[in-house]
């Protein structure tokens, strides 16, 4: 078997998986684009009292508005990940799920801390991917993956959410600073 061979049974294979899967990749890539919220609202539902006690105890505000605050948070991740998986008032889930992280940036006071600030603003990437893409319903095929013929207002959404995207990936590496100092001498 030559290379052109090689590379002709690539492409065919190719070709074959994305008619098979063309249908499911754009669920798939909405459902890693939401997880994160998807986990939360989840996980807010099974330790309610862990979420509501401590809401109450960073912020003394009280029993009702801490569940307040708790059910407002599981009832937005819910919402607004059922409507990007259903396709359905894209721009308003979108919109609601920003406002949630907004919402939990200062309910957390994680506003000051590095690392989940830049999973925060990452979270906005991925939110402002799924806007970008749904712009333009017809048009894509997977959640801000550029096509030829597209609005300038469109690209700029997608080159933000994939620049923010990769604030994700940054809070993962872990520089050691004594690699590049020098001992000290004694």
């Given amino acids: 078997m030559g290379q052109n061979d090689l590379m002709g049974t690539a492409e065919d294979f190719a070709d074959q998986f994305l008619r098979v899967t063309k249908q499911y990749l754009p669920h798939v890539a909405r459902l890693c684009l939401i997880s994160t919220f998807l986990e939360d609202g989840i996980r807010m539902w099974f330790q309610w009292s862990e979420q509501r006690d401590y809401i109450d105890s960073t912020w003394n505000c009280g029993y009702l508005l801490a569940s307040s605050f708790v059910f407002l948070n599981l009832l937005g991740q819910l919402t607004g990940c059922v409507l990007v998986l259903s396709r359905n008032f894209v721009q308003y889930a979108c919109f609601g799920l920003f406002g949630i992280i907004a919402l939990q940036t200062i309910a957390y006071s994680i506003l000051w801390d590095l690392k989940f600030l830049m999973r925060n603003l990452a979270l906005g990437g991925g939110l402002l991917l799924l806007l970008a893409e749904s712009r333009s319903e017809g048009k894509s095929m997977f959640a801000g993956v550029p096509t030829m013929r597209e609005s ?19 809070t993962l590496l872990h520089f050691d600073a004594s690699f590049f100092s020098q001992p000290s001498q004694q």
Wanted: proline fraction near 5%; glycine fraction near 10%.
């Fill in 152 to 170: 300038s207002p469109k690209q700029y959404m997608q080159l933000g959410g994939r620049v923010l995207l990769v604030l994700m990936f940054m």
